[in-house]
């Protein structure tokens, strides 16, 4: 077998002309050759796309769907020694990311294993200089050593991930793999699937999407809604793979269904569907129990978030680093929410706070759910508190489920937002059951337009949600208001003009425009948020609002107008300044640093409005 692939290899050389490729199906052939020896009867190589430059490796081996490592070919005439290009940064990359790799110059082969973090085995069984420059062919050397290499390859098994931390990082690395080739895909002027989901989320969510955003968006959700596809999975593990995605998500994550309706029917590219399917090998092989035992487990902390965070720090560090900065510590969270929690039952007679009936809740900017995932954990805590206990599993279906609501813009923590919440309500006792939906929406708070037209299937899952929160934004009475606002001084959210929330945000200029030359700081994304919640509250009649911000517009000159109007339509207000402005050097009681609650230079508040 060797000697007839040397002999065809020697023949490519000598015919002139010959290029790397042109070796390409002498390697194929010795492949599908070791399969029969080794009676692999559904082992396959594909050679991959070029893509992007040194995006791929030249080709992926696999066993029928399950994933068995990737082979980087270099020409033996360019590259006569493996040294000189193991250290390269395409080389560097495919070693941090495969788990399993031939690098090869067709006659010398070398066995990365990334789990030892070496070289295994270094096979050389022709000199290069022979046949590329001497143009001889010698006998095949080494033989028995080669055979060798290329068992322990195709008899790999992906290294099962057993803990929450091990899969998200593995996770991060392949979606990190696609954001170029799906930003090759959106460049290449041709109208592809992917093509059509960016612009329905250009026209019905976020007007300024930017096509290399758009691809940061696609790559996380491909791979959280494997994820997601493979908590749901009970089948026997080998067999899960990404065309059962789509059955496999819930009825109530329909965006999500809908995106995956392209990925399982394998609709993309050769480019991006090469990893897709190594995501779908990894979560195969993963012991999914105890992954959900790790995200169930530490009470008192997050660990859904704390999945994401482990998952952005390898997926993109800088991205995790802005996150951090504005992600609410659990102790803010749980402040907020008990302090509304006393207010509904002192203030409104709610005797079971969260609990009780007719609570109406809405966090305006929910990132992964963390103020409605505490206030169904303070909820919780009333009815196992109370003389009279109701059963639970009504109040969740009847109540939280009908009446608790979020609003997010972020692809990625709506899907963690949404799983975050199932777990949490698993962990309470309630199992999420066809039909059941936790009302959180993508969508832009701030945005009011109503949406026309018709567009596709993908399109009309996007329209029906942006419908939905719409309806919520202009109608529905809500009594809480809650969240983590960003802060965004260059905001480019317009406020719809004749709507009563444009009203209440124009009122908190209405003095200071003619007084003050510059009022750009009150177009602040936190002042619109602020507003947001003042308009819901004022169209309810009564209510409360508890969010943190930025705590410029307590003592903000220009903010005069929006401390007037809510004292006007408050009957309490209370203050937590959390300070923490580093360009203020603001000092602690001790007189030292006053350090942030948050990562950030700006200061903070919690607020709580009440309207009787």
Known sequence: MLNKYLKKIYGQCIA??????????????????????????????????????????????????????????????????????????????????????????????????????????????????????????????????????????????????????????????????????????????????????????????????????????????????????????????????????????????????????????????????????????????????????????????????????????????????????????????????NSINDLLKDEFDKKLGFASEGVTLLDFASGTCTFPAQAIIKAKEEIDQSSQPGNWHEIVKKHILENFYAFEISMASWIIGHLKIALLLEDSGYKMENGDKFNLYLTNTLDFSKIEGQGGIFENVLKEEAEVAGKIKRNKKILVITGNPPYLANSSNIIQKGTEFYNVYESYKEIVRKEEKNIKPLSDDYIKFIAFAHYKIKQAGKGIVGIITNNSYLDGLIHRDLRRKLSEDFDEIYILNLHGNSKRKEKNPAGGKDENVFNIQQGVGIILLVKK
């Not at 593995?170 to 954001?179: C, E, G, I, P, T």
């Not at 989320?201 to 940061?216: G, R």
């Not at 596809?229 to 999500?256: C, H, M, S, V, W």
């Not at 990925?263 to 990893?275: K, P, Y």
Request: aromatic share 12%; with cysteine; charged share 30%.
């Open 16 to 337: 002139g002309n010959a290029r790397e490729e042109s070796y390409y199906p002498v390697l194929l052939n010795l492949f599908e050759e070791f399969f029969k020896v080794k009676q692999i009867r559904n082992g396959n190589i594909t050679q991959l796309p070029k893509g992007v430059e040194g995006g791929n490796p030249d080709f992926v081996v696999r066993r029928g769907k399950e994933l068995l490592g990737y082979i980087e070919a270099k020409d033996f005439g360019k590259v006569d020694n493996l040294e000189l290009v193991t250290e390269s940064e395409q080389i560097e990359r495919y070693k941090d990311n495969f788990e399993n790799f031939i690098l090869t110059n067709f006659v010398e082969f070398w066995l990365w294993r990334k789990s030892e973090k070496k070289w295994v085995k270094k096979v050389k069984i022709q000199q290069p200089n022979i046949i590329s420059k001497i143009k001889t062919l010698t006998p095949v050397a080494n033989e028995k050593d080669l055979l060798e290499l290329l068992s322990e390859f195709v008899e790999f098994s992906i290294p099962e991930r057993k803990s929450a931390k091990s899969l998200a990082i593995d996770l991060a690395s392949r979606a990190k793999r696609m954001k170029a080739p799906l930003l090759e895909e959106l460049n290449n002027n041709v109208e592809t699937d992917v093509d059509k989901i960016y612009k329905a989320f250009q026209e019905y969510l976020m007007p300024d999407l930017s096509k290399e955003n758009f691809a940061d968006i696609y790559a996380q959700t491909i791979a959280y809604g494997l994820f997601i596809a493979r908590l749901q999975y009970k089948g026997e593990r080998k067999e899960f793979n990404r065309t059962l995605a789509r059955d496999l998500i819930p009825k109530n994550l329909k965006i999500l269904k809908q995106m995956f309706s392209f990925v399982s029917a394998r609709n993309l590219t050769n480019n991006i569907d090469h990893i897709i399917d190594d995501i779908a090998t990894v979560l195969a092989y993963c012991d999914i129990e105890k992954i959900k035992n790790d995200l169930h487990k530490e009470k008192g902390k997050d660990p859904i978030v704390h999945f994401y965070e482990t998952f952005l720090i390898e997926y993109d560090p800088e991205k995790r680093k802005r996150m951090g900065e504005y992600y609410t510590p659990v102790q803010v969270t749980e402040y907020i929410i």
